[in-house]
């Protein structure tokens, strides 16, 4: 019996499909092509060979691959692959650059053991320059060299009533009050590292406080004076004793204010001031310090309390001191506590001297004016206060433009605390009464107060 030939089966779209790209493959489907059909049993094991080899080629492809990036890495860490920046070993275009080659002990390359990263120490910071600071020729308070070098201002303020309060005693270095005509007293405020936010108001010049403005040449402001004053001031007003700066031709560096009455209200500042110093050339520095200054004693060793009383004609002042400040608290009669009109603060000086001079009736023809001169080269009796504590010494001025010092009984030159300094000028026999405070470990004061021999 002959057997029948069973007819080959089309290949399908599908089984183009999944045809490979193998060779073996290849040779499988021209044997199936030229020879006889093969049994169903036989082609179901031949596809699932070529899909087993199929998924072996996926899984091979899948190791290179993962081989390859694995390469890369190894080969990044080692500084051989540019990271697009230029920071690598490679040259400018990104290249990598020659690397050392090593082997281990197998055989095959090594990366060298890995340096810890060295953090960048922090930048240190450029320290700020220390400010240089110098002893204010006026006062010894430690100032720049600019402040030491400006040249003395001296303003003449009133001290009426209608005058109070008054303006520019925070930022003097010197205040000088002395009896005027009537036994009004008078102040001069004289400005040495300080400059003024107000001052005034000024009032008209008297000779005597022409010659203590002499002692630092300084600029002599004022409106107007008596005829010996500005007599003085023509023929030695341009730095021969002080550099005059009166209003009546120097006006545009000062004004009126219209909440007071003339003639107290007249008013300058400290800007004006120093452009007016450059008009009249009084622009030198002032020399060294005419004063020995010290710092302040130690709160513990400071008296508590004490008092100082001088009297005028018209008015008293009294001090009060404040041993946690190491200041004394000025008052004035009729005006209370004292403060400064430019700064609402309690005028309250580091030092007061009290000194006492002949003062008589000066004879310029009008008698009716009751003008005064004073005999105030020479030497006299003198209270110095400071640190809370009062002794009674000299005061001696020896020349116009000399300076005037203080010295105590046993003729040394008194020190005086760096800061403010009030000199309270007054005539012969004047009350001057001195309280002294509790000493530090004692139970009370000394006994009594004491007044001018």
Request: aromatic share 6%.
């Amino acid at each position: 019996m002959t057997r029948r030939a069973r007819p080959a089966v089309p290949v399908t779209d599908r089984d183009r499909v999944r045809q490979s790209p193998d060779p073996a493959e290849g040779e499988i489907a021209a044997r199936d092509a030229a020879g006889p059909a093969m049994p169903g049993r036989e082609r179901g094991r031949r596809r699932i060979a070529k899909r087993g080899r199929l998924v072996g080629t996926l899984v091979l492809l899948a190791l290179v691959g993962l081989g390859v990036m694995v390469g890369i890495a190894v080969a990044g860490g080692r500084g051989g692959v540019p990271d697009g920046t230029g920071a690598g070993t490679g040259g400018n275009n990104g290249g990598p650059g020659p690397v050392a080659s090593t082997s281990s002990p197998g055989g095959g390359p090594a990366s060298p053991p890995a340096t810890p990263a060295t953090p960048s120490p922090a930048p240190t910071p450029t320290p700020s320059p220390t400010p240089v600071l110098v002893p204010a020729p006026l006062d010894g308070l430690l100032v720049s060299p600019e402040q030491a070098a400006r040249h003395p201002i001296a303003v003449m303020v009133d001290d009426l009533g209608p005058a109070r309060p008054q303006a520019g005693f925070g930022a003097a270095s010197v205040v000088w009050q002395a009896p005027a005509e009537g036994g009004i007293p008078r102040y001069m405020i004289v400005f040495g590292a300080g400059s003024p936010s107000l001052v005034g108001p000024v009032r008209s010049a008297r000779y005597y406080f022409i010659a203590w403005a002499a002692e630092w040449r300084a600029m002599y402001v004022h409106a107007g004076g008596s005829p010996q004053a500005l007599a003085t001031l023509r023929a030695q007003g341009h730095g021969q004793l002080v550099y005059d700066a009166d209003q009546f031709r120097y006006g545009r560096y000062l004004w009126r204010v219209r909440t007071r009455a003339s003639p107290h209200n007249l008013y300058t500042d400290g800007a004006r001031l120093d452009e007016l110093a450059g008009v009249v050339g009084a622009t030198a520095p002032p020399g060294g310090p005419v004063w020995q200054f010290g710092p302040d004693a130690p709160p513990a060793a400071r008296p508590v309390g004490g008092r100082i009383e001088v009297a005028y004609p018209a008015n008293r002042i009294r001090y009060d001191y404040d041993r946690v400040s190491n200041r004394y608290l000025r008052s004035v009669t009729g005006e209370g506590p004292q403060v400064d009109a430019a700064t609402g603060e309690r005028v309250a000086p580091k030092n007061v001297v009290i000194i006492t001079m002949r003062f008589g009736p000066l004879d310029d023809g009008r008698a009716q004016k009751g003008r005064l001169e004073a005999q105030v080269v020479g030497s006299g009796t003198a209270w110095i206060a400071t640190n809370g504590r009062t002794i009674v010494g000299r005061w001696r001025k020896e020349s116009l433009t000399g300076p005037t010092r203080f010295f105590d009984r046993a003729g040394r030159p008194v020190t005086l605390t760096a800061g403010q300094t009030f000199v309270q000028v007054v005539p012969l026999g004047t009350p001057v009464t001195i309280v002294p405070g509790i000493e530090p470990g004692t139970a009370g004061p000394p006994p009594g107060a004491f007044s001018p021999d």
